[in-house]
Every structure is written in C-alpha cells, then in structure tokens.
C-alpha cells in the first residue's frame, strides 16, 4: 500500500498495530549491506577522519525495532567518502534499499523524548577533538520520508535536527524548536518535507530508496574551535510513531575556511579537490585541482577560492589555470585567488594549480573552500582530502641509512625490504641519529624508535595494508626520556635504571596548543589500508620513540 493512494494515517486508523510493521518482505542480499549498528561504527562511518573522534553514543534511542545502521549500499549519492555511510531512521533502516513501490512504516515503540509529540527518536552524539586551525565543521547529507507528499503541511512533520555541544530543541504540537539547529533551509526552518529553497523535496531525488520523497544531497556547515566539542544529529516522527523517515549521512570533515565562510544552514554548493599524483619522491613537483560543484537551479557567484596546503609544499608561481591565470594572494601555507567567479546552475568551476613538494616522507592532507558573494550560502569546504603520499630521499635496508637533507624535521619509515625481526635500522639525519632497535614485521603493539639529538622532530612510521593485523587504535607508540613525563594513562613514565630513562607509552597530543611534551600526534588510515602513526618529539634532551 502506498500513502499516495490512502492520505489516511495507519496507526490513526489502526491503533492495535503499535508494535507491528507495515512492510512488505525484504531483499536478502540488499539488506546484507546495510547492517544495525552502534553508534560508533556509524561515526565511523561518517567522518573521514576517524581519529578526530573520541567517542560516540546514543543520547537517545528507540526500545526496539533496528532504526540506525551502517550501510555499503550505494543509495542515490551515497556514499559521498569511502564505501560506508551512516542511517539514522525513525522506523527500519534496513528497508532503505527496498523498492518505491514499497511501504516502509515501522514503530519502534519509542514515545516523546522532547515534548509531546516527537516518537521514535534517535539521537546520535559524536565527540570530537578539533585540530587547532580547523574552523568549520562540515558533513553531507540527504533527508527522505514517506511522508511526503501527502503530509506536507500538515502535523505530521518528521525531522532532521543537527546542534553541536548542546541538544536543545523540543516539539510541542505541530511546532518544532530548535534553536541550537544549524541544519536549517533559507527560512530557518528544521529540514523536514516542508522544507524549502535548496532543501526542497521530491520523488525523484528519493526513486532508488523505499521513500516517496527526498531532498537532493545537501552539505551543512557550522563554526568550530579547536577542542573537545560534541555533534548532536537528531530523527524523529512527529504525531505519531508511523511513516518510516530516514537521513543518510556521510562526509563528516574538519576544515579550514575563510573569514565569513563558514556559515550555518544547508547548501547544495560543494568543494572537491584532487592531486594530479598521489605518490611521489620528494623533492618534486606535483599539482591540484579544485572544483566547485552547484548541482542547484541558479548560478552562485564566488568572491574568492582558497586553499592551504600541507607543511612544506610551495605554490608554483605562474601555474594557475582554469577559472582565472592570477596567481594567488599567499599567507603562509594558505592561498587565496580572489574573484569574482560564478558556478554555473547545475555546473561546476575548477581550478589548477602547481606545487613544489618537500624533501620529507610523509602521508600529506589538503584543505579548500571558497566563499560565496551572497554571506547567506556556504560552500562545504574539502576538509582534509587530496592525500599525497611522499617517500623522502632516505633508504633503508638493513644497515645505517642516508639522506642527502642536512636538517630535516620529518621522518618517514616503512616496511623496509630485507628486514627482519630483530634488525636494527640506522638512519643518520643531518644532526641526529634515528635507531629502530626493535624493528619488527609484521608490527607488534608498541613502536620503539630512539632518537640521539635535540632538534623537534616529527616521525611516521607506516604500516603497509599486507601487514595491519589489528585495529588502528590498538597501535601504541613508546617513549623514553632523560626527563620525567606522563604517560598515556596520565601516570609517570618508570624509570629505567639500567638505561638512565623514563619509559612509557605516549599519550595523544593536544590539539590547537603547542605541545611541550613527546605526543602521539595521530592515527591514520588511508584509503589503501595502511596505517600510519605520527610521532612528535619537542626539541630537548635525546629521546626514544
């Protein structure tokens, strides 16, 4: 049965089948990929950076039923990063896959949470530690529900409700308020089927998903500093516990954006970016495009398009093509070019640009964004994206190692070919010498480099996808000092007497603040499986990692 056929209410109608669902049977191998989860496989899920978060729980959820899943179904633009994305529903995400021609209508059994008339409520809280010089946080998504079209104005109105670091709104009849919202359409409004401008909703946008209705995919935005902060993501039936409305959600990203360009509410704009090379030697060259892409029915104009490249890489002075030959205005590692530009109605604008690469190893993010000429449109920047993984001019075997670098401040080592357990790797490093003296492959928990020298160091230490035999966060890197310090559990490193040093595990680095101490900067996986841990040594006495 379809709504578009009855404009009747089930559970009005129908009262005694709270606890059944209106569904029709469903797919097998559809529903193989889309999988009830916790809430944090599906932060997992949905950041593209998952070292960023800290924790993730449900600060409220239906007693029954499978609302919330991860899902590897590609569904309409999803995923928009990776091979997984996130589903928040008030109903079954597992029928997200079925057919239009099917009803998804399920109650979950879960009643009002924030006033009177919300049921079925999920909502997702996700911890973050924001980087310092990140300054907007960015995700993609698209509202669906078979409600739409026949409840549109009416009081059964569900929602879609996004607030960080605190979750305040509340329902009250037909009203919803939501003044922490920053998920909103050009009239302030929660994105619901009564939602408007870009925000607006119809069958087509929905057609390869179970629901009637659907926006186009959205981006939304907010201002962040850096810290602890807390992502609240909310869904839930408004009236009664019936008509299955569903989020998809992916792309979650922490970025960097210019002064007034990163403002609240939802947009269609987007910016992508691409490395003409994603692996290189350093001491090249290599080079980017970004691209803004305006899937909506008029064009937007640009008053600028920035980027801020990784550490190390320099602009290459005359190399801009595309949307303007103008070199960029350059800040340290930031660029800007400044327009104006207008993004064609369903078109996009692109870009190029050239780069020097450094002569360090290391897996190396981008940042882009641009701002757009009317301050009421955001334009979703890349967040950390465009990854160039560089190989430094250090060779390794087994014995002492070179590099023809006379002060470098990066490291990077790998699996090294004809090693073996037990093998102690030397690398000599204009002014300081790096021991791996428990080298180890494939890896073992703990990391053990030691360093002789005073210089601030930062170290990577890659493990190849062959290799990963366990969770990222079950790597730990191993520190000792001439001096005392804490350890990752906030105790005192031991003191080793027979090697006159405090020994212990390196806590994480605190983000947006210079870190006195050797930290555990972060983990990461890319998109090939391998793992990297990034260590940083402050400059001081002679220390092991």
Not at 233 to 248: K, P, R
Request: charged share 10%.
């Amino acid at each position: 049965m379809r709504k578009a056929s009855f404009g009747v209410r089930i559970g009005l109608v129908l009262p005694s089948l709270a606890l059944f669902a209106a569904v029709v049977a469903r797919s097998s191998p559809a529903q193989a990929t889309i999988s009830p989860s916790s809430a944090s496989a599906i932060a997992g899920a949905i950041t593209v950076d998952p070292t960023v978060v800290t924790g993730a729980s449900f600060v409220s959820k239906p007693p029954s039923g499978t609302p919330d899943a991860v899902s590897t179904t590609p569904l309409e633009s999803f995923p928009t990063d990776g091979s997984s994305y996130g589903i928040l529903t008030t109903g079954d995400a597992t029928l997200a896959s079925q057919p239009q021609s099917n009803f998804a209508s399920v109650n979950d059994g879960g009643g009002n949470v924030r006033g009177n008339t919300d049921y079925d409520v999920s909502i997702l809280k996700i911890d973050l530690s924001v980087p310092g010089g990140d300054n907007c946080l960015t995700f993609d998504f698209q509202f669906l529900s078979e409600e739409w079209p026949t409840f549109v104005g009416s009081a059964f109105n569900d929602a879609f409700i996004a607030e960080l670091d605190s979750s305040t709104w509340t329902t009250s009849g037909s009203n919803i308020s939501a003044p922490n919202n920053f998920a909103f359409d050009p009239d302030g409004n929660v994105i619901s089927i009564n939602a408007t401008g870009p925000a607006t909703m119809n069958g087509t946008n929905s057609s390869g998903t179970v629901y009637d209705g659907g926006t186009p995919l959205l981006s939304t935005s907010t201002p962040i500093t850096s810290g602890a902060h807390s992502l609240y993501l909310s869904i839930f039936d408004q009236g009664d516990n019936y008509y299955d409305s569903a989020v998809f959600l992916d792309h979650l990203v922490l970025g960097t954006t210019g002064p007034g360009g990163c403002q609240p509410g939802v947009t269609s704009l987007s910016t992508t970016k691409t490395a003409d090379t994603s692996s290189l030697t350093g001491g090249g060259s290599d080079g980017y495009t970004i691209t803004i892409n305006n899937p909506g029915g008029a064009a937007v104009g640009l008053d600028s398009i920035s980027d801020t490249l990784p550490t190390g890489f320099t602009y290459s002075t005359g190399s801009t093509t595309g949307a303007t030959t103008a070199d960029p205005s350059i800040s340290g590692q930031g660029l800007t070019w400044t327009g104006p530009f207008s993004v064609p109605a369903g078109g996009s604008l692109s870009l190029h640009f050239g780069v020097s690469v450094p002569n360090v190893g290391g897996r190396f993010l981008n940042n882009a964004s641009a701002n757009a000429t009317d301050p009421s449109i955001s334009v979703a920047p890349t967040g950390p994206t465009a990854e160039v993984d560089v190989t430094s001019d250090v060779t390794c075997t087994t014995g002492p190692c070179t590099s023809s670098s006379t002060s470098p401040t990066t490291v990077a080592i790998v699996k090294v070919p004809g090693a073996s357990d037990g093998d102690v790797l030397t690398v000599s490093l204009g002014g300081f010498t790096l021991n791996c003296a428990n080298y180890k492959e494939p890896p073992t928990d703990v990391l053990n480099f030691t360093f002789t020298g005073t210089a601030a160091k930062h170290v990577y230490y890659t493990i190849r996808a062959n290799l990963v035999d366990r969770p990222i966060d079950q790597y730990q890197a191993c520190y000792g000092s001439t001096n005392p310090f804490t350890t990752r559990n906030g105790t005192p490193a031991v003191f080793n007497s027979s090697e006159g040093i405090y020994v212990g595990l390196l806590p994480m680095c605190k983000p947006g603040v210079g870190n006195a101490n050797p930290c555990l900067k972060s983990r990461f996986q890319d998109t090939k499986g391998n793992i990297t841990l990034l260590v940083y040594a402050p400059s001081g006495d002679p220390h092991m990692h």
